[in-house]
């Protein structure tokens, strides 16, 4: 009855929110979640045609396979195993094709591979959308693209080149932590800082120093320094405090059992936001399964 969500800050790829009133064992669930079972879309197939470079065929399929691709998964189908061929309903392909060439108009005493060369460097703009069976109609206004264009895959020389065909499925992380759509999900129990009596002058200073930077500020009151908590969210809980012995006794440390502090990064292959709703999403239907067995064995 008293849970509740508060969203605290929201910014490009990163959201915090607080969970108020669970028990650990649903936030480590929610966080699982996010990690292993809400799906995007990843490298799962390398067709190579041609790699001259210095990168082997495999190294070059594992680091095309960790470029996070902007596609909703949502709008895909999870592809059938043993299915060879993919479809326009649960596979994207992608096409990298570059060549390293000199460049004629470079000056003779440059040493700068910029100006020496052109396409040495092979980077995840390079790779280009091609459209399975019907995907340009299905899919008009679609910008299937790496999140990144500035992610480095591989280095070239003149004459060296590299020519691959990328097929991309709908997995989750809980099959390869390509498929996760989150660089970090993690959560911390809301600390509770205590001053058991006050603490002025010197002292207040000593303290606010022990703490993180915003959690403990010091007012002036009748030409006094008095420390007070101003916001114990920012506190890291690294115990410096204790070290001081005018001080160990006069301050009590606590977490707040029940109020969780989320910390969510995507890798931009779908807003933050979006990644939680989907999280929730997925527990509810576990939630729901479980309650379906329940209702089974009891028929029984």
């Known amino acids: 009855q008293a849970f509740r969500v508060d969203v605290i800050r929201e910014e490009d790829d990163t959201l915090e929110f607080d969970m108020v009133g669970i028990d650990a064992a649903i936030a480590n669930a929610f966080r699982r979640i996010l990690l292993a079972e809400v799906p995007t879309m990843a490298v799962e197939k390398v067709f190579v045609y041609n790699n001259t470079s210095i990168v082997q065929d495999e190294i070059l399929a594992h680091r095309l396979g960790l470029i996070p691709i902007r596609a909703d998964p949502r709008l895909f189908e999870y592809r059938n195993q043993g299915d060879q061929e993919g479809t326009e309903i649960d596979t994207l392909q992608f096409q990298l094709k570059i060549k390293c060439k000199r460049n004629p108009q470079a000056a003779k005493e440059s040493s700068d591979p910029d100006e020496l060369y052109f396409n040495h460097k092979v980077y995840s703009k390079h790779m280009t959308w091609v459209p399975l069976g019907n995907q340009t109609d299905l899919f008009p206004d679609a910008d299937f693209r790496p999140v990144h264009d500035d992610i480095l895959i591989a280095l070239l020389r003149p004459g060296q080149e590299i020519d691959v ?100 990064e995507s890798t931009g292959i779908l807003p933050p936001d979006v990644l939680v709703s989907e999280a929730i999403k997925i527990l509810m239907g576990k939630c729901q399964r479980f309650l379906n067995e329940l209702d089974s064995v009891s028929m029984e």
């Open 165 to 264: 065909l990328m097929h991309c499925v709908k997995g989750i992380g809980k099959d390869h932590a390509k498929f996760s759509p989150v660089a970090t999900a993690s959560y911390r129990l809301l600390p509770d800082i205590t001053l058991l009596q006050p603490i002025e002058d010197e002292a207040a200073e000593t303290l606010q120093k022990c703490f993180s930077p915003g959690v403990i500020e010091i007012q002036n009151i009748n030409g006094k320094k008095v420390a007070r908590v101003a916001n114990a969210r920012l506190d890291t809980f690294s115990r410096e405090v204790f070290r001081h012995e005018g001080l160990k006794n006069l301050v009590r440390l606590a977490r707040v059992r029940n109020h969780y502090i989320f910390s969510v």
